[in-house]
């Protein structure tokens, strides 16, 4: 069983609708992210919390926007997205300190269809 | 010039083979590193970590050069179960976002 959890599994939304993909770490990690994977695309990191801190946007459209309220959920609201958002979305949490990051540990991810 | 790089594959191998997946990454301070496992649809999950010594896991070697910023992994007596993408993770130390996986070589192994 995996320690980090995402909901729903599977999403299917109109461009005009608002949604949001909620993320659960049960690890006593300090940092989580946001990937997103196109079909047959590598991973494309979206954003990082750190210590619940926003440290990075990766040029990410703001039609999608993060939310940390504490280290251990995680998530992304979703407005306006255009059909090539489709994707399958990962969260991922790992542990941050001086010496490195440990490894992150995925949910098993939100496949997200726009139509 | 990509922070980490990998042959994208397809690699397809008999039952049996042995087959390894190189992976260099750009930034010379860059302190731990991964193996992971992506199967079809599904999330990555580690594979193994990476240590300076090299070491082992079953049929599993990861092995890395510093000098040459040159991670591997080689897979002996293949499985067709062993069929999947496999992922090099590299990351840079002090602050979450220094996780960077690269874009992952495929493996297929036939029957």
């Known amino acids: 069983e995996t320690g980090v959890t995402q909901t729903p599994r599977h999403l299917v939304m109109g461009m005009t609708n608002k949604k949001s993909l909620k993320c659960e770490q049960h690890?006593?990690?300090?940092?989580m992210y946001w990937y997103k994977q196109s079909a047959k695309k590598p991973l494309e990191l979206m954003f990082v919390y750190s210590l619940e801190e926003r440290v990075e946007n990766n040029s990410v459209p703001s039609r999608f926007s993060p939310e940390c309220p504490n280290s251990s959920h995680l998530f992304l609201h979703l407005h306006t997205l255009q059909p090539e958002d489709s994707a399958l979305y990962l969260c991922a949490s790992s542990q941050a300190g001086r010496g490195g990051n440990t490894e992150a540990f995925f949910g098993q991810g939100t496949r997200l269809t726009v139509v | 010039r990509k922070e980490v790089e990998q042959d994208p594959g397809p690699f397809n191998v008999p039952e049996g083979a042995t087959v390894a997946f190189n992976c260099t990454y750009s930034?010379?301070?860059?302190?731990?590193f991964f193996w992971y496992r992506q199967d079809c649809r599904k999330e990555p999950k580690l594979l193994m970590s990476?240590?300076?010594s090299g070491n082992e896991d079953g049929r599993f070697t990861a092995q890395l050069n510093r000098a040459s910023q040159y991670i591997s992994l080689l897979i002996r007596d293949s499985k067709l179960s062993d069929s999947a993408t496999y992922l090099c993770v590299v990351n840079r130390g002090g602050s979450a976002r220094q996780l960077t996986f690269g874009s992952g070589t495929q493996l297929t192994v036939l029957p």
């Open positions: 690890l006593g990690h300090n940092a």
């Open positions: 990476v240590y300076s």
């Open positions: 930034n010379s301070a860059s302190q731990s």
